[in-house]
């Protein structure tokens, strides 16, 4: 997914490279707990065709007066699954996971100023752009733009 759309992620394909397997054992341990879930779509028996993943995990630290917010992270679709559903299905029940399960009232994500077709999904699934946003950290003449949508 690295390889594939460079600009969908803050990490690059390099850099992901260089991480040790304790390094990808300790981010998978803090994936692992009950403030974040991971939706996969497989196509192989033993889950090793990737066809699609999104991540959710509550954003910290939270203000106790405010409802929950979750940070929709690691979106990707395989090329071959585009266009057909798949990713409406996964952020489908992404959104219900996140208010039913993280009791989550709203989800965030941040998205390159130039991924259109991103930005078009995301719109389409009632996202907005925020007004926030940063420098897109590999390359800061980009920006990141905030998106956010009210769970039901
Ligand atoms: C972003 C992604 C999850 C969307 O899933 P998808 O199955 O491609 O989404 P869809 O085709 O249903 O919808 C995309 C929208 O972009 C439009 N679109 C299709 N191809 C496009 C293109 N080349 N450029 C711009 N828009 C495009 C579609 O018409 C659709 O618009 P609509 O909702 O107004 O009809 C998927 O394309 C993907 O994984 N991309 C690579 C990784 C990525 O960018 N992740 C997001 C990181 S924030």
Redesign the pocket.
């Known amino acids: ?1 690295l390889k ?2 460079p ?3 803050v990490e690059s394909l390099e850099a992901a490279r260089r991480q040790t397997d304790t390094q990808w054992q300790e981010r998978a341990a803090a994936m692992s707990g009950d403030s974040s879930f991971t939706l996969v779509a497989d196509s192989g028996q033993d889950g090793s065709k990737l066809c ?1 993943l ?1 991540r959710v995990v509550l954003k910290h630290p939270q203000d106790p007066e405010k409802p929950l917010q979750a940070m ?1 992270i ?6 071959g ?8 299905e ?2 489908k029940e992404a959104c219900k996971a996140a208010a039913e399960e993280l009791s989550a009232g709203s989800m965030e ?4 100023e130039e ?10 699934h009632g996202f907005e752009t925020t007004g926030a946003g940063r420098p897109y950290p590999q390359d800061t003449s980009k920006r990141e733009l905030t998106m956010q949508r009210r769970l039901p």
Request: no cysteine; charged share 15%.
């Open positions: 997914m594939d759309t600009m969908a992620y699609a999104m929709l690691s979106v990707y679709v395989a090329p699954h585009r266009g057909l559903g798949l990713a409406d996964l952020l994500l941040g998205v390159h991924n259109s077709r991103a930005l078009a999904f995301y719109r389409r």
